[in-house]
């Protein structure tokens, strides 16, 4: 698909989610859905520093890919976790469909002396591993759910079997190298350099010495697996500020499957309206109205924004200040 294509998908999705979106808030009652939230009060803003795990988790997953690529170690933690921040902002809260994130990283790691190459592979590994820990989070909510239940919807199991087939999909496709040259098209397209002087078969050579990083890989495969799960806190935490507790089980059933069908509806720019929908129809299985359902999302959103909005400013500053650099004689 073309630059052009990308953003004309990513464009209509935006535009059907914020009609679904809308559509869920007008059968709602806003006022049992405002309570919620005034009931929940301040204390919700705890999950603004609480969401620093996620993007720490996250940044070490990533740190231990880079490690042949970083010798000098100047990758570091705390530059990591901000790269995290501004790749979920742009993710999140631009139209993107879901990708512009991950290649503004690779160009963040060229900041710091990581070789384009390198860079690039370990994104593409960490994206793989993201899906991979998606779909075994996923797996892990089907199980719980299957419990003291007759049957797991059909709508849930279709959601997993598209989540595991672009998984392998993808893996084969790195495998044998068939993406590597479309990547690097994408790459020249959006990074922000007109040559990147990186065959095809360099790029392929990156990746698959990372694809051969066994222990890494699993290392890194669980620190993103335990940085998706730490959402379930979220979950269970404005739940039990809104009045209404439920347990860990319901609460990883309900964060689990809403990001599969949020990882889904990629191409929707911040899974708007599929998140609610997702979150609408697990939680009416649990007992929990639309409103409450729309609350919890609310404030999923909110905490987006809150990070998002200085990721992507302190972003356009630092690029912004590099431009005033090179040009000073």
Do not use: C
């Not at 535009?15 to 309570?35: E, T």
């Not at 705890?46 to 000098?72: I, N, S, T």
């Amino acid at each position: 698909m073309t630059h052009a294509g990308v953003r004309r998908a990513a464009y209509i999705g935006g535009v059907a989610g914020l009609g679904l979106l809308l559509a869920f808030l007008v059968r709602a009652n806003l006022g049992d859905l405002l309570h919620a939230i005034r009931i929940g009060g301040l204390q919700l803003l705890w999950l603004l520093p609480y969401r620093l795990l996620f993007f720490v988790l996250y940044a070490l997953g990533w740190a231990v890919l880079l490690r042949p690529y970083d010798a000098r170690g100047r990758a570091t933690l705390p530059f990591l976790t901000w790269a995290a921040t501004v790749r979920e902002g742009i993710d999140r809260l631009l139209p993107v469909a879901s990708i512009g994130g991950g290649i503004v990283g690779i160009r963040l790691l060229g900041w710091r002396g990581i070789a384009l190459g390198a860079g690039a592979a370990s994104v593409i590994a960490e994206v793989l591993l993201t899906l991979v820990a998606l779909s075994a989070f996923s797996l892990i909510g089907v199980s719980l759910l299957a419990i003291g239940h007759s049957g797991v919807p059909t709508a849930v199991v279709a959601v997993l079997v598209v989540g595991a087939a672009v998984s392998v999909g993808l893996a084969f496709a790195l495998r044998s190298g068939r993406v590597f040259r479309g990547l690097q098209t994408a790459l020249e397209r959006f990074v922000g350099v007109k040559q990147l002087g990186i065959p095809a078969k360099d790029l392929d050579a990156h990746i698959q010495a990372t694809l051969r990083q066994g222990r890494a890989l699993l290392a890194s495969g669980f620190l993103q697996l335990l940085a998706i799960a730490s959402g379930a806190f979220e979950v269970w935490f404005a739940l039990r500020l809104f009045g209404h507790p439920v347990d860990v089980r319901s609460s990883v059933i309900v964060e689990s499957l809403t990001q599969a069908a949020r990882h889904a509806a990629f191409f929707v720019p911040g899974a708007l309206g599929v998140q609610e929908g997702a979150l609408i129809a697990l939680g009416a299985s649990m007992g929990l109205s639309s409103e409450l359902a729309l609350a919890v999302s609310l404030v999923k959103r909110a905490r987006e924004v809150a990070w998002g909005l200085p990721a992507l400013v302190s972003w356009q500053w630092e690029e912004g200040r590099r431009v005033i650099r090179r040009r000073r004689p």
